[in-house]
């Protein structure tokens, strides 16, 4: 019941808070403005579901590129580290054999 009454009330204070920025003409234009763009936009994809499907095709795609790109820098990065911090290690050895 608690969780509920939480996401109820959330919801019921962004909902107003919305309502409440709307006073403004500024943000009522820049809102107008918007919303239109996402009904023209969605009007097309909505006309176009092909090409819709295609597009979040090559944005997965070159998300996951850049990500496994992104991930073997990281381990490039960590075996460097890993690398310098044995030498380190070897030599500080070395030098206390001495």
């Known amino acids: 019941m608690g969780k509920r009454k939480l996401i109820v009330s959330v919801v019921t204070g962004a909902a107003l808070g919305g ?3 709307l006073f403004d003409k ?5 809102t107008k403005s918007k ?3 996402v009904k023209r936009s969605s009007s097309y ?3 176009n579901p092909s090409e819709a499907v295609h597009n979040v095709r090559v944005a ?3 998300f996951n590129k850049n990500f ?5 820098n990281a381990i490039n990065a960590l075996e460097q580290v890993e690398n310098s911090l044995d030498k380190i290690t070897n030599k500080n050895e070395a030098d206390r054999i001495e």
């Open 19 to 21: 309502l409440v920025a």
């Open 35 to 37: 919303l239109g763009t």
């Open 45 to 47: 994809l909505l006309k």
């Open 60 to 62: 997965f795609d070159t």
């Open 26 to 30: 500024e943000t009522r234009t820049y």
């Open 68 to 72: 496994a790109n992104g991930a073997e």
